[in-house]
Nanobody, 124 residues
Framework: QVQLVESGGGLVQAGGSLRLSCASSGRTCSTAAMGWFRHAPGKEREFVAAISWSAATTYYADSVKGRFTISRDNAKNTVYLQMNSLKPEDTAVYYC?????????????????WGQGTQATVSS
């Protein structure tokens, strides 16, 4: 079993930054691809970013490319999402997810474990 716990959300003004963290425990995630998704009220869950287990490959949604950076520290079993130049439309609950079956994916159904989410709110 894998447990994922997100942290780092909060309220920030447009143009500001937040750094989200996702700590994993239980069965090791060091060989799992990790992803971040977000869910805003009235919208579908949306892919944000993903990273392969070795961090050699990263994937980004077009809406965040150039503003967000995903990274991981396998020694700490932690994945990060650095969010810069935040916009009000980035407001959402952000979820991290682990995939033991894929090296990285844009699709929620490719992920096996999910965290509870952390709220990020960007004011205009």
């Amino acid at each position: 079993q894998v447990q994922l716990v997100e942290s780092g959300g909060g309220l920030v003004q447009a143009g500001g930054s937040l750094r989200l963290s996702c700590a994993s425990s239980g069965r090791t995630c060091s060989t799992a691809a990790m992803g971040w998704f977000r869910h805003a009220p009235g919208k579908e869950r949306e892919f944000v970013a993903a990273i392969s287990w070795s961090a050699a490959t990263t994937y980004y949604a077009d809406s965040v490319k150039g503003r967000f950076t995903i990274s991981r520290d396998n020694a700490k079993n932690t994945v990060y999402l650095q969010m810069n130049s935040l916009k009000p439309e980035d407001t959402a609950v952000y979820y991290c997810a682990a995939s033991l079956r894929h090296t990285g994916s844009y699709f929620p159904y490719d992920y096996d474990y999910w965290g509870q989410g952390t709220q990020a709110t960007v004011s205009s």
